[in-house]
């Protein structure tokens, strides 16, 4: 039996009675207190998450910049050193390998943070293509998951929480962007980035001292509300701010034009794994079509659902929940192109009964008042 | 009233008898392990319900959950304060977290005592 991986803050999680269950080969804490009660906290003052799981690879070397740019949809040349991009690993035939940020911590150097659960896929894919993109001896790729922990600190009042404890200044900091700094006297590296729709930081430590950092921003963040908050939170976050989600949204079987995720594609770079089929289906226009719904009437969509139009099946649902920041029940899925319509009526099967739904423009939530992202 | 007045399914259901009346719900069990409910489904007044027929659905954040009838009836009323409340079942279970009344003619024949539950649900782990 394959054993689940704990984080650096296993033990804190069991101290505060969280409930534990395995995702992507790891034993993570799914909720605290309670999903929406840590939700709420998340989107009204801050919530920590541990995201020790994600996977950590760094791509270094004189051929690292070309490389990347032929593995990847965007276009990393475009970052300058403390920047970073969110992007897309293709296989040929245009499907996801897997979504990453990409941060380009120097010349030659790159920090790529991938999924939990396809992290040694992806090692795999990237040293299998060193050879075929003639990057054999110019390109190191080190797998430095184990050495790295991670803390999501998310929430309106992250700054100020964090601002108590980080060495370099927060305030005037762009969205995807990062610093190399200290986090209560931990060296870190910290980038205004997140999967929740809030503004929020992401922390990068030794594995060896994240439990202390978390200790340190637990204490400083307590007096503005800062909260635990697991994965089940972080779940209904993100698919109220329309985020994919690796295995849902996203997956081989889908390309990132059908993700509508274009924009995260550089035409304008060259050649790029994926390229010749994601470039034919622009062409030809794509099949199906990821959209955000609303359920009219009541009832939760969940991920598999069959969606309808007139009793016709058009598609299917990827993620589906109760939102509780827009207190209704709304899910993403993948539909025929010509059904993608913002006003369009559909049904979701629900258990075997047929419940109307509108499909919507996307995100379905936006942070008020926005903050600098310093791409669009 | 206490709750030892109560009987249990294996299914982590609980009904009350009252002569040939019942009210039906979850125990703190199940509504502990679902976490937040955020939905609940109830069936319509005058619906004839077997043993072991599904009864409603329980949605918590994460999953749907089945509700099945520890006794053959009918249902005389359902808790309408669920449908705007879901968050009754997680905070009240055995009283204002109710579903269902009915007017039953047979119980099903393996409710547990309270006793009982408890040592079943020691005796999984829970």
Redesign the interface.
């Known amino acids: 039996m394959v054993s689940l991986l704990k984080t650096p803050l296993y033990e804190r999680h069991v101290e505060l009675g969280a409930?534990m269950a395995g995702f992507g080969g790891w034993i993570m804490p799914?909720?605290y207190t309670?999903?929406?009660e840590e939700h709420r906290a998340v989107r009204s003052a801050a919530g920590i998450f541990d995201v020790s799981h994600m996977g950590e690879i760094r791509v270094s070397g004189k051929g690292a910049l070309f490389f990347l740019r032929k593995l990847l949809t965007s276009d990393p040349a475009s970052l300058e050193t403390g920047q970073v991009q969110y992007s897309l690993m293709c296989c040929e035939s245009g499907g996801v390998v897997d979504d990453l940020l990409v941060y380009r911590l120097g010349e030659e150097s790159f920090l790529l943070v991938v999924n939990a659960g396809n992290k040694d896929k992806d090692v795999d894919w990237l040293r299998g293509h060193q050879k075929t993109t003639g990057h054999g001896d110019s390109v190191e790729i080190r797998d430095i998951s184990a050495e790295t922990g991670q803390i999501a600190v998310q929430g309106p009042r992250s700054a100020e929480i964090l601002g108590k404890l980080c060495e370099a200044k927060l305030e005037g900091m762009r969205y995807y962007s990062f610093l190399k700094t200290r986090v209560a006297g931990l060296e870190a590296l910290v980038s205004r980035t997140g999967y929740t729709g809030e503004d929020g930081f992401e922390i990068y430590l030794r594995v060896g001292e994240t439990k202390e950092a978390w200790d340190r921003i637990m204490e400083a963040g307590k007096p503005a509300g800062l909260v635990p908050a697991g994965l089940?939170a972080r779940?209904?976050l993100r698919l109220e701010a329309s985020m994919p989600l690796y295995g849902h949204e996203l997956s081989q079987s889908t390309t990132p034009l059908e993700a509508g995720l274009e924009r995260f594609v550089s035409w304008g770079k060259g050649g790029f794994i994926g390229r010749e089929a994601l470039e034919q289906e622009k062409r030809e226009g794509v099949k199906k079509k990821l959209v955000g719904f609303v359920m009219v009437e009541?009832?939760?969509p969940?991920a598999g659902y069959e969606l309808l139009k007139m009793g016709r099946v058009i598609g299917k649902a990827t993620s589906g929940?109760?939102a509780p920041s827009l207190d209704g029940?709304l899910g993403m899925g993948y539909v025929q192109a010509q059904e993608a319509v913002a006003g369009n009526r559909i049904e979701v099967m629900i258990?075997g009964r047929w419940a109307a739904a509108e499909i919507v423009n996307r995100p379905f939530y936006k942070k008020k008042g926005g903050w600098s992202n310093g791409r669009e | 009233m206490g709750e030892s007045e109560l009987k249990y399914t294996r299914e982590h259901e609980w009904i009350k008898v009252e002569g040939t009346k019942a009210l039906v719900g979850i125990t703190d069990y199940a509504q502990e392990a679902l976490g937040d409910v955020v939905f609940v489904e109830l069936p319509e007044v005058g619906k004839e319900l077997e043993i072991g027929d599904v009864l409603g659905v329980v949605e918590s954040v994460k999953a749907a959950s089945d509700v099945y009838s520890p006794c053959r009836g009918k249902v005389t009323a359902v808790n309408e304060a669920l449908f705007n409340n879901p968050e009754l079942v997680n905070k009240d279970p055995y009283g204002d977290g109710w579903m269902v009344e009915m007017e039953f003619t047979e119980l099903a024949g393996d409710l547990l005592s309270e006793e009982q539950y408890e040592a079943r649900l020691a005796e999984e782990g829970k």
């Open positions: 409930r799914i909720q309670g999903v929406l089940g779940d209904t009541r009832g939760v969940r929940s109760y029940c258990r």
